[in-house]
């Protein structure tokens, strides 16, 4: 694993911080804009969508409220924009075979879901989403990229040879982020070495098992 995400959220912040009372007109909304967004990030990640404020995005960046409003115009929109920013990315080279594949996609959910920045405020996001639709629609946004993660690595398998039909993305996805945030959220056991070579072992297990790898038959 990486340094803790909260440390180099809180060192950009800083830096952008700094930066707001220097350069000409231009240059200090882009730093003004920057220590918004950076500040936003870091109580995101310290109390999630419940901590963030205009007022205390305010007090530890700096800018005038009327300048957050000028750009934002609502709590909403900041906490919007900060969330959709702040989004998962699954991006997993081609490790050569769909058990190795599979293996880093699950590490990279743990580390960008489970572990990350955005892991602090993923329950909060998902409890406002029940209220919110444009949480609601950032929510879905996460899980179409990791549906989309998981179909490239289904794609690569059925092109090097290892899986015939295609099973579908979204049940792939499931099968992964079910352990995981159970053991993250429900049971707080560690996701320790041996439980990510069990779920990969558990969705091997299940591609081969529940979906047919021979192509259907026509029938006559």
């Not at 180099?8 to 220590?35: F, L, M, P, T, Y």
């Not at 999630?48 to 007090?59: E, N, S």
């Amino acid at each position: 694993m990486s340094a803790d995400p909260r440390q180099e959220i809180a060192r950009q912040a800083k830096i952008a911080r700094q930066a707001v009372g220097n350069g000409d007109v231009d240059a200090r909304v882009r730093h003004s804009k920057r220590a918004v967004m950076a500040t936003t990030y870091e109580l995101l990640s310290e109390a999630g969508l419940a901590g963030v404020t205009v007022d205390a995005v305010a007090r530890r960046s700096g800018v005038a409220k009327t300048t957050i409003y000028r750009h934002w115009p609502s709590r909403e929109a900041l906490l919007l924009d900060a969330c959709a920013q702040m989004g998962p990315h699954f991006d997993i080279p081609d490790a050569g075979s769909f058990r190795e594949d599979l293996r880093a996609l699950v590490q990279r959910v743990v580390e960008q879901l489970l572990s990350g920045s955005y892991a602090a405020i993923l329950l909060s996001l998902m409890d406002a989403a029940e209220r919110n639709p444009d949480l609601a629609a950032l929510l879905a946004a996460a899980q179409a990229k990791l549906v989309e993660a998981v179909s490239t690595v289904l794609a690569r398998a059925r092109v090097r040879g290892e899986l015939g039909r295609l099973p579908e993305a979204s049940e792939v996805a499931a099968l992964i982020v079910g352990p995981l945030l159970y053991r993250r959220l429900f049971s707080h056991e560690r996701l320790s070495e041996g439980f990510f070579r069990q779920v990969v072992d558990n969705v091997v297990r299940a591609v081969d098992g529940d979906w047919d790898p021979a192509p259907p038959r026509r029938r006559r």
